[in-house]
């Protein structure tokens, strides 16, 4: 665990300062460990079984009036049939929206754990499948929410803005929830207003914030396990291998990585991005799923992972999330096929985490329309 103290004296082990980014990365890296040796990760299925399970979860979508939502960073093979079935593939918000709105009487949310609450709680009519109830994310485990409201309760005159990467019970306890997508221009609002921003938990986007809106902001101290790992000095010298490329960035990265973006974004901007800018040649700091829909989306463009710290097959976070890689095929199959899996969120929890989220929801139509 983590050791500071912050500006009230209180102990706390997720509060910035105190630590090394080395400390927290070893703190980070084994709580990780520690949970994902209890994880059964897939073994991939060969083509032809493969095809079986498609047409059977086709079959099973159909019958049970499901759809299928899931995140850029999935197996390609769940994106596709996401698609293909009437379903969604997006960013967080984006599947939220969608979840809410579909008419299906189930949804089956690839993706991670908040992702499945997020989808409940719009959804409460809903039946909300994952393919495993296994997939988290360092975020929502770095940010338990007991001593989040500790922290919240020690700072009354902020307002408490937290990402979607979080729990229901810390969702319950903000004011606003966001994603990557809308998280600048809803902080930028706030702060025109005076008020001074309380933000959980990634202290990379928290600071990527403040420095873009210039607002006033406390921070949680938690990382995201795989854009962590994206090292500026290894960035810088791929760019002298392809020196026409364009950087791509998610703000979860690290300072020295987004200072050599050409273009940071959530996953959604960042495939705008690649789509509307001229270069034949991008650089990508986020989970390497994404390249199946940045491929899908250009033609002819070429995309290359940025350097992380760990390489080889033994890495479990180097570009590549390893609780979105727990979704497989075969377990999307069987829990459609055995109505297992089921997400239940508390229902007062449910209601309080319901009214962040839908201010989310409504900034985001407002601020687009
Ligand atoms: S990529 Fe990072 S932020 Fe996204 S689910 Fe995985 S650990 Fe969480």
Not at 31 to 51: I, T
Request: net charge negative; glycine share 6%.
């Amino acid at each position: 665990m983590f050791c500071s103290i912050d500006g009230t004296g209180m102990e706390d082990s997720h509060l910035t300062g105190g630590v090394s980014d080395e400390g927290r990365l070893i703190a980070d890296t084994l709580l990780v460990r520690q949970y994902l040796d209890r994880a059964v990760r897939p073994d991939a299925p060969d083509a032809r079984e493969r095809a079986k399970y498609r047409d059977a979860i086709k079959d099973l979508l159909e019958r049970r009036n499901a759809a299928i939502v899931a995140h850029y960073y999935v197996d390609a093979d769940l994106q596709e049939l996401a698609e293909e079935t009437g379903g969604f593939v997006g960013d967080s918000l984006e599947m939220a929206r969608f979840g809410r709105d579909c008419d299906a009487d189930m949804l089956i949310v690839a993706g991670v754990r908040f992702m499945g609450e997020t989808a409940k709680i719009l959804s409460p009519g809903k039946t909300v499948l994952m393919p495993t109830l296994e997939a988290t994310c360092s975020l929502d485990l770095a940010c338990p929410a007991d001593e989040f409201s500790r922290f919240c309760d020690a700072h009354p005159d902020h307002t408490v803005v937290v990402y979607a990467n979080t729990s229901a019970a810390v969702k319950a306890r903000a004011d606003w929830v966001v994603t990557s997508s809308i998280a600048v221009d809803l902080v930028d609002h706030l702060a025109a207003g005076g008020e001074k921003i309380l933000w959980a938990p990634d202290r990379h986007l928290g600071a990527y914030i403040e420095r873009v809106t210039g607002a006033e902001m406390l921070l949680w101290d938690a990382a995201c396990i795989v854009h962590e790992e994206f090292k500026a000095r290894g960035l810088q010298d791929l760019v002298q291998v392809y020196p026409e490329a364009a950087v791509l960035a998610h703000p979860e990265s690290p300072v020295g990585v987004l200072e050599l973006a050409d273009f940071v974004g959530s996953t959604t901007q960042i495939i705008r991005a690649a789509r509307e800018l001229p270069n034949r040649q991008f650089i990508v700091a986020t989970d390497q799923g994404i390249f199946h829909k940045l491929q899908k989306e250009t033609s002819g463009k070429e995309f290359i992972v940025a350097p992380t710290a760990g390489n080889g097959a033994e890495c479990r976070s180097c570009a590549s999330c390893p609780w979105m890689g727990l979704n497989s095929l075969q377990d999307l199959h069987d829990t459609l096929n055995h109505g297992d899996n089921e997400v239940h969120v508390d229902i007062e929890l449910a209601r309080q985490a319901m009214i962040p989220l839908r201010r989310m929801l409504e900034f985001a139509v407002d601020f687009r329309s």
